[in-house]
């Protein structure tokens, strides 16, 4: 047995979860790092990513792959719709503006996912859950701060429909629970490096990148972007959308650090006290809904099996 199934439901999905956020933290680094144009850094991570996610596929199912993309539907093809939009959503906006913009608008996708849930699944989400979500915008808030008035119209919509899609791509997966969506990934690579690709063959004399800029191209697009994404993909088969999007808030925080420390930008005491926050608030609900599942289980075991007798029944 997998060390991972001996896990509950929900440690399965707060782990997996977790973990994909931690892998993407880079990204908006590597984007900028790239120092592509909009055409090529999207053609690029359209197509590689689309390669990662198919091997993915093919080790995870192996024969039975096929039979996984039928057990998608419909549903799985607007979320390989959805999710090209939230990829040229955040590369664009990456492009425009500011990181500590995108990342600060991108985490408003809790908040648009838990009215989603509320309006579409009927879920209703505890007070703390809530809370959680408003105390983590307060956070990202002010690590973005000083970048505020720095960003570009252009960029802070690009990022808007960022977070906009990726609230509906979790939202629309809790509507098929027990169905893993990330096979369909794929096609949203396809979508955004054939779209991207034209634009690239149309421009003036397109060209290669340098070996430095394909050598982060190729790490970020063919190995962090589908190992990340299948896991946060992976996140709606176990969690509200809501706590998605909410775990999602780790690639906000770690992504702006790596972003200090790799670019040299000294953070803003404010900023400090907002990834503290962010971080302290996830670690304390973690801990708290840790021990309530703790005492569920207790509660459960404690609770003496009925036995009927039958020895007087005629």
């Given at each position: 047995m997998s060390r991972l199934s001996t896990l509950s439901h929900r440690q399965q999905g707060l782990l997996l979860t977790a973990g994909g956020a931690i892998i993407m933290?880079?990204?908006?680094?590597?984007?900028?790092?790239?120092?592509?144009?909009?055409a090529e850094i999207l053609m690029w991570r359209g197509f590689l990513s689309g390669l990662g996610f198919l091997l993915i596929a093919l080790m995870r199912y192996g024969r039975g792959t096929l039979a996984a993309y039928r057990r998608c539907g419909w549903t799985?093809?607007?979320v390989a719709l959805l999710?090209?939009?939230?990829?040229?959503?955040?590369?664009?906006?990456?492009?425009?503006?500011?990181?500590?913009?995108?990342?600060?608008?991108?985490?408003?996708?809790?908040?648009i996912a838990a009215v989603l849930?509320?309006?579409?699944?009927?879920?209703?989400l505890p007070r703390r859950t809530w809370l959680a979500i408003l105390l983590c915008m307060t956070g990202v808030a002010l690590i973005a701060l000083d970048d505020a008035g720095a960003g570009s119209w252009v960029g802070n919509a690009?990022?808007?429909?960022?977070?906009?899609?990726?609230?509906?791509?979790?939202?629309?997966?809790?509507?098929?629970p027990g169905v893993d969506m990330s096979p369909m990934l794929v096609f949203n690579g396809l979508i955004v490096g054939s779209t991207a690709g034209l634009f690239w063959l149309a421009g003036s004399e397109p060209?290669?990148?340098?070996?430095?800029?394909?050598?982060?191209?190729i790490l970020l697009c063919l190995i962090i972007v589908p190992c990340g994404v299948t896991l946060l993909q992976r996140g709606p088969l176990y969690l509200p959308s809501a706590e998605v999007g909410l775990l999602i808030l780790l690639e906000v925080v770690l992504g702006t650090l790596l972003a200090w420390w790799i670019l040299a930008e000294q953070p803003a005491p404010m900023a400090m006290v907002g990834g503290a926050l962010v971080l302290g608030t996830l670690s304390a609900k973690g801990l708290y809904e840790r021990r309530l599942e703790m005492r569920m289980r207790a509660r459960l075991e404690a609770t003496p099996s009925v036995t009927v007798d039958r020895s007087s029944t005629v």
């Open positions: 933290a880079p990204d908006a680094l590597l984007i900028k790092v790239a120092n592509l144009p909009d799985g093809i607007a999710f090209s939009l939230t990829t040229c959503g955040f590369v664009l906006g990456n492009q425009y503006t500011k990181a500590g913009n995108v990342l600060m608008i991108l985490a408003s996708s809790p908040l849930s509320w309006i579409i699944l009927k879920e209703q690009f990022a808007l429909m960022a977070a906009t899609t990726l609230a509906i791509n979790f939202t629309l997966c809790r509507t098929r060209t290669l990148p340098a070996a430095n800029q394909l050598a982060v191209v």
